[in-house]
């Protein structure tokens, strides 16, 4: 699964022009070379952080840029067109032999039990349940009994599910003059359209980990939580889980940060209440804002030294004194309304504001907008390992 010739030998550099556009032949030659200059190798570091993401796990990244045919000197253009149009534009049958030659032995007639099992251990950290029906003939296959397998399977491990099962959104996209998904989205949120293309990378990454192939609670909380209190973390899945279908989708993810981190003030406030409103009847119960107040009190004491007074003041007069100052309706609750008046010049809800800011680039991986901002992250990341040992 690691070897330095391509696997990808059943699809021809004709074959595979043949399904590209002269305009995205052009598009794809342009900004190789403005990534490469003039070799016609891409670096293994470059491949990796231009094509697939920063994100991908180091283990996965190279074996896809091996199987792609990189080597110590690069990957060379022609092998690149081959692999993107595997990815994008190739047939069931021809990802399934290009997985296949990923766990084939080296003379690629057949597949080794054992074999699989290890690279899917180094790779995937776990071997499928389902892998024995593959192999209840014997300890190895050939490409047939492979394939069937592999169709009748395609969540199996993180390849399949990434090839087979729709998880790869990479695109060649032309001149048409119909918007683009990515235009499409960048006109209806705060994000660029180059934003949202890094973002997609992100996503799909974040979401091959999930155990049943959707990006959800199960998926979501571990990947926030530290620094994101359990406490909340259900309350900011359900902030980006719009349509409450109990997953996050693409759109969804790219809704919500933009509402979080690039919106005005009063945007980035109203995402902070849906984490809030559990029951999302529209308003803030006691209940809720004793909860709500415990985890802030919480992120605080997590990110925060200086002292305060509600470090000090009892937690039901603190909610007292929020309905009383703020509660416009006097029915015993908080509006959005209401909560965007209170949390104006709150220290402890602009402390939660400043950790989703950080949650959303360093964990969900939206990008700077500016170097202040950076500089921000930078400095946030800094001070991580004195978040992580506090708990």
Not at 89 to 110: C, N, P, Q, T, V
Not at 111 to 123: D, G, K
Not at 145 to 165: C, E, G, I
Not at 232 to 258: M, P, Q, Y
């Amino acid at each position: 699964m690691g070897a330095k010739e391509s696997r990808i030998g059943f699809l021809s550099y004709e074959e595979a022009l043949r399904r590209v556009t002269d305009v995205e032949l052009k598009r794809l030659k342009d900004a190789f070379k403005r990534t490469c200059g003039l070799s016609y190798y891409m670096g293994q570091h470059c491949f990796i952080r231009e094509v697939l993401g920063d994100g991908v796990p180091p283990k996965v990244a190279e074996v896809i840029y091996c199987s792609f045919g990189g080597t110590s000197k690069g990957l060379h253009f022609n092998n690149l067109i081959v692999g993107l149009v595997l990815l994008t534009r190739g047939r069931d049958e021809e990802k399934a032999k290009y997985i296949f030659s990923l766990f084939a032995s080296e003379s690629g007639s057949y597949v080794i039990r054992e074999e699989m099992e290890r690279m899917l251990h180094v790779v995937d950290g776990k071997v499928p349940d389902t892998l024995r029906k593959c192999f209840s003939e014997g300890e190895k296959v050939n490409y047939e009994k492979f394939r069937n397998w592999l169709l009748l399977n395609k969540d199996a491990f993180t390849f399949s599910r990434w090839l087979l099962s729709g998880g790869v959104y990479v695109t060649l996209t032309d001149d048409s003059d119909t918007p683009t998904f990515y235009q499409t989205l960048a006109g209806v949120t705060h994000l660029e359209e180059s934003d949202i293309i890094d973002l997609e990378k992100r996503y799909w990454l974040l979401k091959a980990q999930s155990r049943t192939g959707r990006f959800d609670l199960e998926t979501f909380g571990p990947l926030v939580s530290p620094p994101i209190r359990p406490s909340l973390s259900e309350g900011l899945f359900n902030a980006f889980d719009e349509n409450r279908d109990n997953h996050i989708d693409f759109k969804e993810i790219s809704c919500g940060l933009s509402a979080c981190c690039r919106g005005p003030l009063a945007e980035r406030q109203k995402f902070c209440f849906k984490v809030f409103d559990v029951d999302r009847d529209g308003v803030l119960s006691r209940v809720e804002l004793r909860d709500m107040v415990v985890a802030l009190l919480e992120v605080w004491k997590d990110n925060r030294t200086d002292d305060i007074p509600e470090l000090h003041t009892d937690l039901s007069d603190i909610v007292e004194g929020i309905l009383n100052a703020h509660d416009t309706t006097k029915m015993g609750h908080l509006t959005l309304e209401d909560y965007q008046i209170w949390s104006v010049k709150n220290v402890l809800a602009n402390e939660f504001l400043n950790l989703l800011f950080q949650v959303c680039h360093i964990v969900l991986g939206l990008r700077p907008a500016t170097p202040e901002e950076e500089g921000q992250i930078i400095r946030t990341l800094e001070t991580e390992q004195r978040y992580l040992t506090s708990w």
